[in-house]
């Protein structure tokens, strides 16, 4: 089978043909670059309806085939731009109805992590995928792709473009930043990451106002590449750590950052775990991602009726189901006294003046560079001794602390006999939990990670761990961001039984308004071009 997939979700038009193989026979594309400011969605379309008729015909010259040749035509659904998208809708079912031929509509983001897998082998990675559009942290759960990390704001390219474009850089700002930051110091700018999700808008403003200052503009563009990609990195290993799969894949358009690549090796091959990239051409939009897509989900589902190609604008990666992944992991195995890898620390057996213990130890991070990696370490080690601390007080078991090594970055507390609440998850359970983020909560406690593997059961006690992203606040975001984070965890358990569980935390919280607030941070943070 031959499908034949255009793409248009934003500012480049492409148009691939593949095999049921697997192999590429075509691909053409055209990117629009804009003379200033961003890209405008009516830009967009009008560069899609000019491109869209002269590379259909340019791939099919490529192939070496004739129109009839093609089986299938597969195009970009959405997440995208809507006056764009509508574009290549209107294209697609055009071209289907006058060769004759059925028609199918795909996720665009998913489009990146099959492609990726095509081209580099990975079976079951973890997906770093970030773009002008898109910043989200994907691995398969459950019979779906889900999003265990994504941005609260803006994405990385749309932070970095318009870094270039407030500072005369120009667009895409991300090549001439990579460029000037080879010739630059480190600045301390604002570090944000928030459980499994991370934020840039913060970052793009301090990094404006330094330039505005009179801070060398190399010194701003070395701190905001480290800064942004250390967070980006870091949110992928809490991932990798959470699922213990041994793959991970760099795919977007962002990937052509080699500082980028060359940090996610690192935190891979630190955790055992194998690091995959496409081929560049195959990291940018492109019209082979949809064709491959949409031959893997016509063989399981068949083609569209044309009343269903309507465009979906926010179409969510974690709606889709996806039944051909080989969902066998290979676990990252530990060795020794050591309990636990994860992207904060090592967790190591110790014992405390004949007692049972556990030494938090935050390792270096060699994929941070030493200004940043230093900084975080030592101020997240002081702050996780005091929540342990503040939250006992709030009336939330925690293990006892012992000690804390502020040379070393390490805690040494109690080790908690019990299990992890992921292996043991029940409705009762789901209701103490939120009973018990509320009195966090009240206390002005953010954990920062409530994943269900930071939370145990020791006997009939539901205890706390892991509080090394934890902070103070009052602001019901921050504490709509600490629900959120346990949502996709329940998630990445059973998804079926994520709703169920994640509302009777919300019951066992105890207030109902906080559920707007949720909505809104999903609504904002999700796909958006």
Known sequence: MISLGIEGTAEKTGVGIVDSDGNILAMAGKQLFPEEGGIHPRIAAEHHAEWIPKLIPEAIGQSGLAYDDIDLISFSQGPGLG????????????????????????????????????????????????????????????GRYRIFGETLDIAVGNCLDHFGRETGLGHPGGPVIEKLAKKGSYIDLPYVVKGMDFSFSGLLSAAIREVDRGTPIEDVCFSLQETAFSMLVEVTERALSHTQKDEVMLCGGVSANSRLREMLKVMSEEHGAKFYMPEMKLCGDNGVMIAWLGLLMCKEFGPMNLADTGIIQKFRTDEVDIPWIDNTKTYLKLSGDLIAKGAESNI??????????????????????????????????????????????????????????????????????????KDVMNDEMAFRIGGEISKLHSADIIHGDITTSNIMISGEDLVFIDFGLGRYSQLREDRA???????????????????????????????????????DIESRGRYTH
Do not use: W
């Open 83 to 142: 006056p764009a998208l509508r574009i290549v809708a209107t294209s697609a079912r055009s071209l289907a109805l006058s060769l004759n031929k059925p028609i199918i509509g795909v996720n665009h983001c998913i489009g990146h992590v099959e492609v990726g897998k095509l081209d580099t082998g990975a079976v079951n990675p973890v997906s770093l995928y970030v773009s002008g559009g898109n910043s989200q942290v994907i691995a398969y759960e459950s």
């Open 348 to 421: 190591v057996k110790s014992i405390y003046l004949g007692e049972n213990a556990v030494v938090k130890d935050r390792i270096v991070k060699n994929y941070r560079i030493p200004e940043i990696d230093s900084k975080i370490r030592r101020s997240r080690t002081k702050e996780e001794a005091k929540l342990l601390s503040d939250a006992k007080r709030a009336g939330v078991k925690t293990p006892v602390l012992y000690d804390v090594d502020l040379n070393r970055k390490a805690i040494i507390m109690q080790e908690i006999d019990g299990v992890m609440v």
């Open 481 to 519: 961001v600490d629900l959120l984070v346990l949502k996709k965890s329940l998630q990445s358990i059973d998804y079926d039984l994520a709703v169920k569980y994640f509302d009777l935390v919300l019951e066992g919280y105890g207030d109902e308004s906080i559920v707007n607030v949720i909505g």
